[in-house]
């Protein structure tokens, strides 16, 4: 092939590479979201036919409760990810597959791995208890029988809690720059996961569709791990724990507020499908819940650009060069913020689109005009989300009292306006807060704080070489 024959392609790639800050990781993540996106109508679809209003109404009631998985992270995957950032700039793999380097650095990662495993094999005694009888008590309805969920909802939370013993292992190689791996495995996750759904719908599963997609993430999950890592845990396995490294003095002051904004994030997102449910029923449930699931994937695609690049970042604050962090973060933080804009308009057209032509399908989501309080409440939480992230990559967290204040008063006006005003009443509500409140306090902490971390910058007296 001739240079002119390669040179739409190349212009492609540097057009991605340089314009959009694509790399693998991230073009892996956004394959992934493209297909979630893609998949998503055939899902709706699937629901639509074979489920009816009230079933749609109890699947994402199921995933909202199991999202309640939060409440045992308590922030720790953030925390393992960050840590592990720091120690792989001084670390390698050796062609076997092993973790080489620093001794020092070798034996702090080895004890941040093995922490991690320590607390989700807890954290899973509390979780299963907790959850299975929880869901018993939100879930039940007076008009259904107990056995047309309760099983389903059983073998689901066994499923997450298996998986919940393997995420400390994923955030440590996410920690360890190998997000592209991750995400290209994850890629096959959601394809095959999306297929499997689809066969257990037209299969006639019914609610049990939950617990499969959860096998399909578990399965992944064990290969991950227990395969193509299995050198590399291994290797770390090997190494001596060291007293160098204390949870309580490096990860306990950042992860405790984390761990209180992720309870408060659960109340200011996942929250509103059990309220709507206990107010207005599994059908309208049911509606939030997939307006919801497309909002939300539609913000993780456009995050992928900057949560693909965390590790990265994370070695640049250890290395010290805050003036090429700064600038990064903020191209990539523009970047992701107008595109989840774009496909949040699109996505508002579209449904504006099926209630005007009548067509069946708009019954099963939000309103168009409750749909686009709700993307742009979720755009302003993107940006503020941005602002944390810069912040906490210098281990520091002061949006602790703004976090809990603003999902305080986003969870009580969702009862509250959810009970007088209906689901108009909640999107309007959190459309405000965030607006308002979210992010005038976010820049302003994010201002305040940064006066402290720029006078570190020492990348102006780097040696560069001849």
Not at 70 to 80: C, D, P, T, V, Y
Not at 248 to 277: C, H, N, T
Not at 358 to 380: E, K, M, W
Not at 421 to 430: A, E, F, K, R
């Amino acid at each position: 092939m001739s240079d002119g024959d390669q040179a739409p392609g190349s212009a492609i790639k540097r057009f991605l590479r340089d314009k959009l800050a694509v790399n693998r990781a991230v073009g892996y993540m956004l394959i992934t979201r493209g297909w979630q996106f893609f998949s998503a109508p055939v899902t709706i679809y699937l629901i639509y036919k074979f489920f009816g209003e009230d079933l749609q109404g109890y699947y994402y009631l199921f995933q909202s409760l199991l999202a309640a998985q939060i409440f045992f992270e308590l922030g720790l995957n953030h925390i393992l990810s960050l840590l592990a950032s720091h120690e792989w700039s001084h670390l390698k793999f050796n062609e076997a597959g092993e973790v080489t380097g620093e001794q020092r650095a070798l034996e702090r990662l080895s004890t941040i791995s093995r922490f991690g495993d320590r607390w989700y094999r807890l954290m899973i005694l509390l979780f299963l208890p907790g959850l299975i009888f929880g869901g018993l008590i939100v879930i039940q309805n007076p008009d259904q029988p107990t056995s047309f969920w309760k099983f389903p909802w059983v073998a689901a939370v066994v499923l997450n809690a298996v998986s919940l013993t393997y995420q400390p292992r994923l955030a440590v190689l996410e920690g360890c720059n190998q997000v592209a791996t991750v995400n290209f495995v994850r890629m096959f996750q959601a394809v095959i996961g999306s297929l499997v759904v689809w066969a257990a719908i037209l299969s006639g599963w019914g609610i049990w569709t939950v617990a499969a997609a959860n096998f399909v993430r578990l399965s992944w999950e064990v290969y991950l791990v227990n395969v193509r890592y299995r050198t590399m845990f291994k290797s770390l396995k090997s190494n001596s724990e060291t007293d160098r490294f204390s949870w309580k003095d490096e990860a306990w002051p950042l992860q405790w507020r984390l761990a209180i904004q992720s309870i408060g994030g659960y109340f200011s997102s996942y929250f509103f499908i059990p309220v709507i449910d206990q107010f207005y029923g599994k059908a309208a449930a049911g509606r939030m819940g997939m307006t919801w699931s497309i909002v939300s994937n539609l913000q993780a695609a456009s995050l992928s650009w900057v949560q693909t690049r965390m590790p990265e970042f994370g070695m640049l604050v250890a290395k010290r060069k805050i003036a090429e962090l700064e600038q990064k973060m903020l191209r990539i933080g523009a970047i992701s913020v107008s595109l989840f804009l774009s496909a949040g308009g699109a996505f508002v057209a579209g449904v504006w689109l099926l209630t005007y032509f009548n067509s069946d399908a708009a019954n099963r989501f939000l309103a168009p005009g409750q749909i686009g309080f709700l993307v742009l409440a979720t755009l302003f939480l993107q940006l503020s989300w941005v602002m944390h992230s810069y912040v906490r990559l210098f281990k520091k967290d002061p949006f602790l009292l703004q976090n809990v204040i603003s999902a305080s008063i986003t969870g009580v006006s969702a009862v509250y306006f959810g009970r007088h005003y209906g689901v108009t009443g909640i999107v309007v509500s959190y459309f405000l807060i965030s607006i308002c409140y979210t992010i005038p306090v976010s820049s302003w902490l994010l201002l305040t704080h940064r006066k402290t971390i720029k006078p570190h910058d020492d990348t102006h007296t780097e040696h560069h070489p001849e």
